[in-house]
């Protein structure tokens, strides 16, 4: 007899990842967007994608943000809930393996501004691409103000700005 293995999630169909990750990659809700598929142990979303298994979010943000700067890059949760599944385009930035750690840890001692690459930014400006958090993308952000995805990112992360609260 053939073992019955149960899928929490109905099995996709084929070219249905990729038909709903292409479809939510302007999603552009404000709480987090559940990956409807299979998950990992570890509540992450398992995405088949370009011919092996990835990480959805990770496939997510590469869709969004372009590849990582690094193969050592993670994508980042900015609500911090990679372990319930969360793809939302809008919480997902790159990140290296110490500033994910960071994130996660939170609120702990960040560096001053003055010391990071986005210093040459005003306090207005910090000001400003925060208020457009959910209303431009990171990319639309990045170009205004002469800075990378990455760095928008980190801004609205509170990354080496958190002093500014
Ligand atoms: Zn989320």
Not at 7 to 13: E, V
Not at 93 to 101: L, R
Not at 114 to 134: A, D, F, M, N
Request: aromatic share 6%; proline share 5%.
């Amino acid at each position: 007899m053939a073992k019955t293995i149960l899928h929490k999630k109905p099995r996709a169909k084929p070219g249905e990842i990729k038909k709903w990750l292409l479809n939510n990659k302007a999603h552009d809700g404000d709480s987090c967007l559940e990956w409807p598929f299979a998950k990992n142990k570890a509540g992450y979303g398992n995405c088949k994608w370009a011919g092996g298994y990835k990480n959805a979010h990770r496939v997510m943000c590469e869709l969004i943000h372009g590849k990582p700067p690094t193969p050592d890059h993670e994508a980042a949760h900015l609500c911090g809930r990679g372990d319930s599944g969360c793809v939302n385009p809008r919480h997902l930035c790159w990140a290296s393996k110490s500033e994910n750690n960071h994130q996660k840890t939170e609120h702990g001692t960040q560096l001053r501004g003055s010391k990071q690459p986005t210093s040459k930014l005003k306090r207005s400006e910090v000001v400003r691409i925060r208020s457009l958090k959910g209303v431009k993308s990171y990319r639309e952000i990045g170009k205004m103000f002469s800075i990378s995805p990455q760095q928008v990112c980190k801004i609205i992360l509170r990354q080496g700005w958190g002093w500014l609260d």
